[in-house]
């Protein structure tokens, strides 16, 4: 019963991830509007936001996303015994996908999924739903978040620009509080090399790419280093 709840759970989450993406093109440039006239009161701009330039994000069949959440939600719970460390991978599987997913069509991370995928790490070795403390956590946390930012600053002063997005070392903190600060160096590395190969992919289809996004990239080394830890060390 309990696989065939996440089973059901697993397409209705994920079909509303669907749902979300679709709308999110809308929802921004609402946000966006609303905000120029909350500043600029006595002169809005004479748009509306449903006809936004900002192309919205292209998604599969509904039952597609339906068959693929409840698929790897039911094969979650079954390898997991305990229903709760089971919804907590799952939801950070849910996170991450957002994230990637976003910031490889619009360029741009979510603070605010960040943030989120950041508290859930924390709870998760907190309930010991990974094998590491909530001290090793914090502190990986810290380290994590800490270089990004120090990296982040120290590229906008040689460049004089933005070498890095500002919301990169907010989902470096939120990926680093997942694994123990020792394991940082090879997240970043895998993410790096997958980089390099699909700049590299691009190059040879002769498609300049003037912006690499890194999340996707960053979610790549989470999940292969995850993978390695848990089924290799």
Known sequence: MIILGFFLLGGIVVTLVRYYLQNLATQ?????????????????????PENSRLMPIKCAGFWLYFLVGAILFGLNAYYFINPMQALFWLTSGVLLFLIAKIDGHYQFISVTHCQCLMALGVLGAYFQFMPISLEQSLQSLLIGFGAFYLIFYLARC??????????????????????????????????CCAGLLFAGWKAIKREKEVYLPFAPFLVIG????????????
Not at 222 to 233: K, R, S
Request: net charge negative.
């Open 222 to 233: 989470q999940i292969v280093v995850l993978i390695i830890e848990h089924f290799c060390l």
């Open 158 to 191: 040689y460049y004089q620009q933005d070498a890095l997005g500002r919301g990169d070392y907010w989902l470096m903190g939120a990926l680093s509080g997942f694994h123990p600060w020792q394991q940082l160096p090879y997240l970043v590395f895998v993410a």
């Open 28 to 48: 921004i440039q609402q946000e966006i509007y609303q905000s120029y006239v909350d500043l600029f009161p006595d002169n809005a701009p004479q748009v509306c």
